[in-house]
């Protein structure tokens, strides 16, 4: 058995040991995660943003269709967006929110634009009949299939309940009414009362 000069261990037995190590570090280093590079500040596809940036993907896919929200004369809040979209990505916990303080009071129908784009208008069970273009947008459509809110942008939670109350006819929370989005890292928002 001969030995390295360098090594007190025979050079049989510090090959193997050499290929173990750097197959363990090759292994390590495939395991570890890089920077994460989800954002709310790009326009880029990071996957479902109600689940990544609002903490709840149960809001898509809607429960229920606008014809079906229609035709039970239920209350239907239409929110159109795009998972690419920096403004979708800062407005779903807006969404979320929604979802919490009407849960089944309303059909709360979450829509992405892109099947929507350069279509006909198939009247007024079709959701592209209401979209403008712009996203987001919420459209608050009572039980009798009248349009009661339509609004683009960052729209306010606060304006979204009012109508909704209305909508509805169920009275809004006491305290309700003046809400801000509160950031509490670069991933994830949520809705709280303003002070």
Do not use: C
Not at 49 to 54: G, K, M, Q
Not at 137 to 151: A, E, H, N, P
């Amino acid at each position: 058995m001969s030995t390295d000069a360098r090594s007190p261990l025979p050079r049989s037995l510090t090959r193997p040991f050499f290929g173990l190590w750097a197959l363990i570090l090759i292994v390590a280093l495939g395991l570890v995660p890089g920077p994460a590079a989800a954002s709310l500040e790009n326009d880029r596809y990071d996957g479902n943003i109600f689940a990544l940036y609002a903490g709840n993907g149960s809001l898509v896919p809607p429960r229920s269709s606008l014809a079906q929200s229609l035709e039970a004369h239920r209350v239907a809040v239409l929110v159109y967006y795009l998972d690419d979209s920096r403004v979708s990505k800062q407005f779903s916990p807006v969404v979320s929110e929604l979802q919490r303080i009407w849960g089944n009071a309303i059909d709360l129908i979450p829509l992405v634009t892109d099947p929507l784009q350069n279509r006909p208008d198939g009247g007024v069970s079709d959701p592209a009949h209401y979209w403008d273009g712009l996203i987001p947008q919420v459209v608050v459509i009572d039980s009798d299939g009248r349009v009661v809110f339509d609004r683009h942008g960052q729209v306010n939670v606060d304006a979204i309940n009012t109508a909704v109350s209305a909508a509805t006819g169920i009275p809004m929370a006491p305290g309700s009414g003046n809400s801000a989005t509160l950031s509490f890292n670069e991933l994830n928002s949520e809705v709280v009362a303003s002070r």
